[in-house]
C-alpha cells in the first residue's frame, strides 16, 4: 500500500471510529490541534497508563510529578527557552510562504517552485498569554514548552521531602505548547501535545552508564507495547543539531508512512539546568552524598518522549488489512495493555430478551475489572468486523444454546479462534488472558 493511502486510512478510521477529531471541525478546524474522541481518549490513557506503570511504579529509583504549566517567567530565561528556543525560519520572495528552513527539499518552496528565499531568520517557538488583571509585560508569562523545567525547579522539594538518594528520577506526564509552524502528517507535529518525561539524577560520574541504559530501556518499551523491531530505529545527534542544554542526544524513531521520525529523545543534559536555576533563583541545587560529603550537581539523563506521538506510532503499527474467506478485515492488532476496549459482549439473536439480558448481565459483571462494550446494532459478522477495525481484544458472543448449557463463545481478536467457554469461569478465563 503506498505510503499516502495508508496514511489516508488511518486519519479516516480515526475520525469514522472515534479515535481523533479536527480541532474545532465545524468551525473549519484549527491548524496542527486535534481533539480525542470516545476511543482515543482510551487509547491515549492507555499510553500513558503503560509509560507510568513501567518508569514510576515498576522501579524504586522514581517518583513522579504533576507540576503547573504556568511557571515564573524566569524559569524560560534560566532554561534558555526564552534565548535560544528557536526555529530558523525563511520566506519565499515570490509567494511570501514563510517555511522552516531545515524543511526545504532541493532549496526549491513546496508551494511555487521557487528558490528565491530571504536569509534565514530565528523564529522563538514560545506561546505567550498575560496573567492578571492588566495584559502588560508585567503580567507576561509562557505556556511551557517542555514539561522538564517543572521538575528541574523541584528538584530540592522533591530531595527534602523524599529523602531520596542518588540515583534517582523524577516523571511526570503533561502538555506542553510550542507555535509550530509546519503543518502536515496528522498529529504528529502539534501546538498544543503532551509529554511524557523523566529527568534521571546521577553523579556525573555515573551519566554515561545511565544515558546508555536508558536509551536501550526507552527503545524497548516501544517493542514491548508490540511496535514490530524493523519499524524503529535509533540515531544518534550530530553536534551541529543538539539542544542548547544538551552534551548528546540519541532519538528513538519509528518508519512513519511519512518517513523514519522522531518518537522520543534520550538526552544527556549534564548539570546545564540545575546550575542555570541555581543561577537565576539564587538557590543552591546541589547534592552532598550521605556516605562521602561530597557535595556536587548532579547530571541529568532525560529521555522525553510523547503522548501523542507514541499513541500514532502504535496506530500505524497496529493497522493491518487482510482478506478473509474472500473478504476485507481490517484489524488494529493493539497490545493489550493498550486497547480502548478489551472485551466485546455480543448477542447472536438481538430479538431474543433472554439473550440480551444474559449478554448485559455478562457485561455488568466484567465491566468491574475491564473496559468491556456491548453492541447489538448488526448482524454478528458485521459486529465483529467493527470490533476487530477497532482492536477489541476479545468478543463474547451469546447464544441461545447458552441459556441451556451456560457456556458462551470467546472469539480471539487476532487469530479468529473460537472457543466454548463456561460462564462461571469466564471472568477467570479473560482475567488470565489479560495478565502479564
Ligand atoms: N525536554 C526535552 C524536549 O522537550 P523535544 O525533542 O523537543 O525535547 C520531546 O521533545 C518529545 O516531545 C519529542 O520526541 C516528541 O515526541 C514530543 N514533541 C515535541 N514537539 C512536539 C509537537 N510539536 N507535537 C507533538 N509532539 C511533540
Known amino acids: 500500500m503506498a505510503s499516502t493511502d495508508l496514511m489516508d486510512k488511518i486519519v479516516s478510521l480515526c475520525k469514522r471510529r472515534g479515535f481523533i477529531f479536527q480541532s474545532s471541525e465545524i468551525y473549519g478546524g484549527l491548524a496542527n490541534s486535534w481533539d480525542y474522541g470516545p476511543l482515543g481518549v482510551e487509547l491515549k490513557n492507555n499510553v500513558k497508563q503503560a509509560w507510568w506503570k513501567r518508569n514510576v511504579h515498576g522501579r524504586d529509583d522514581m517518583v513522579g510529578l504533576d507540576a503547573a504549566i504556568f511557571m515564573h517567567p524566569n524559569t524560560w530565561k534560566a532554561s534558555g527557552h526564552l534565548d535560544t528556543f528557536n526555529d530558523m525560519m525563511v520566506d519565499c520572495k515570490d509567494c511570501n510562504k514563510r517555511l522552516r528552513e531545515d524543511h526545504i527539499e532541493d532549496n526549491t518552496c513546496p508551494d511555487c517552485g521557487s528558490s528565491n528565499f530571504t536569509e534565514a531568520r530565528p523564529f522563538n517557538l514560545m506561546l505567550d498569554s498575560y496573567l492578571g488583571p492588566v495584559r502588560d509585560e508585567s503580567g507576561r508569562t509562557y505556556l511551557r514548552p517542555e514539561t522538564a523545567q517543572g521538575i528541574f525547579v523541584n528538584f530540592k522539594n522533591i530531595l527534602d521531602s523524599t529523602s531520596r538518594k542518588l540515583p534517582f528520577g523524577v516523571a511526570q506526564i503533561g502538555k506542553s505548547f510550542r507555535n509550530e509552524v509546519t503543518a502536515g502528517n496528522f498529529t504528529f507535529r502539534q501546538r498544543e501535545f503532551e509529554q511524557m518525561e523523566i529527568e534521571y539524577f546521577c553523579h556525573p560520574d555515573q551519566a554515561d552508564k545511565f544515558f546508555e541504559e536508558w536509551i536501550e530501556n526507552r527503545f524497548q518499551w516501544y517493542k514491548d507495547l508490540g511496535i514490530r523491531t524493523e519499524n524503529l530505529q535509533l540515531r544518534k545527534h550530530e553536534d551541529d543539531e543538539l539542544a542548547h542544554y544538551a552534551k548528546g542526544c540519541t532519538d528513538v524513531e519509528y518508519k512513519f508512512p511519512f518517513g523514519w521520525s522522531e518518537l522520543e529523545g534520550i538526552a544527556h543534559r549534564s548539570d546545564f539546568d540545575l546550575k ?31 503522548v501523542d506521538r507514541g499513541m500514532l506510532a502504535f496506530l500505524v503499527d497496529a493497522y493491518h488489512e487482510e482478506e478473509v474467506d474472500g473478504k476485507p478485515r481490517t484489524v488494529l492488532k493493539l497490545h493489550k495493555d493498550l486497547v480502548p476496549t478489551k472485551v466485546a459482549v455480543l448477542p447472536l439473536l438481538k430479538k431474543n430478551t ?37 482492536g477489541t481484544f476479545y468478543c463474547v458472543t451469546v447464544d441461545v444454546d447458552s441459556l441451556e448449557d451456560n457456556q458462551v463463545t470467546v472469539r480471539d481478536r487476532d487469530s479468529m479462534a473460537q472457543e466454548r467457554v463456561a460462564l462461571d469461569q469466564l471472568k477467570q478465563y479473560l482475567r488470565n488472558k489479560f495478565e502479564d
Do not use: W
Request: proline share 4%.
Open 276 to 306: 542555570q536555576h541555581s543561577q537565576h533563583s539564587g538557590k543552591e541545587l546541589i547534592y552532598r552524598d550521605p556516605f562521602t560529603n561530597e557535595v556536587f550537581t548532579p547530571y541529568v539523563i532525560e529521555p522525553s518522549g510523547g
Open 354 to 390: 433472554e439473550v440480551v439480558e444474559l449478554c448485559q448481565k455478562i457485561k455488568n459483571d466484567l465491566i468491574k475489572d475491564m473496559t468491556c462494550t456491548y453492541n447489538d446494532t448488526a448482524a454478528i459478522g458485521k459486529l465483529y468486523r467493527r470490533q476487530d477495525e477497532v
